[in-house]
């Protein structure tokens, strides 16, 4: 269940999300709190840093993990819009926190249970708490608003070069469940 304190990190967390918002990335966010103060912040940054890895929860560890001269974060909590990928969720566990906290699930990519379970799986040396689901459809409308202005600018662009609604053609579309990342 989430306490207050948990709201208060998702809120920042979705302050980043916004950020990624406002220079066009799909908008996550993360912050990494320690004995209840900001130690680093990150969001979505793969389209502008043309960087694959550059998820917020994978900014957010490189500024923790610098800040702190150790890759290992044993007494730092994340707090994350999104339900973290699997690569996030692994580089997580790598960094030993103690607690991963996130907001909407990810149906598509999620590996805190909503595809897979990777903080649960007993075969791996560390495991990190989890809990999902704060704030979560703040979250959740952010990415819908996103990718619906993202769909609707697509329709404008067929429509500017004559293309009919509803005519297939070479251009990419954006499904209403397009990866969130």
């Not at 990494?32 to 680093?40: C, E, F, Q, S, Y």
């Not at 819908?144 to 990419?172: M, T, V």
């Amino acid at each position: 269940m989430a306490e207050p304190a948990d709201e208060y990190g998702m809120r920042l967390a979705l302050d980043q999300a916004h950020n990624a918002l406002l220079v066009g990335e799909v908008p996550v966010g993360a912050v990494i709190l320690r004995d209840g103060k900001v130690l680093a912040t990150g969001y979505n940054r793969p389209i502008t840093t043309h960087d694959p890895t550059a998820h917020a929860e994978i900014v957010a560890l490189r500024h923790a993990a610098a800040l702190v001269e150790n890759y290992r974060l044993p007494d730092c909590e994340l707090f994350v819009t999104l339900e973290p990928c699997a690569m996030c969720a692994m580089a997580l566990m790598h960094a030993r926190l103690r607690r991963v906290v996130f907001g909407a699930p990810d149906p598509k990519t999620g590996a805190a249970g909503s595809v897979v379970d990777l903080f649960a799986e007993p075969r791996l040396n560390h495991h990190t708490a989890v809990l999902g689901g704060v704030l979560a459809e703040s979250g959740a409308a952010l990415l819908r608003g996103f990718f619906a202005e993202r769909r609707a600018a697509q329709a404008r662009e067929r429509e500017g070069a004559g293309i009919p609604a509803g005519e297939a053609h070479e251009l990419s579309e954006l499904p209403p469940e397009a990866d969130r990342r």
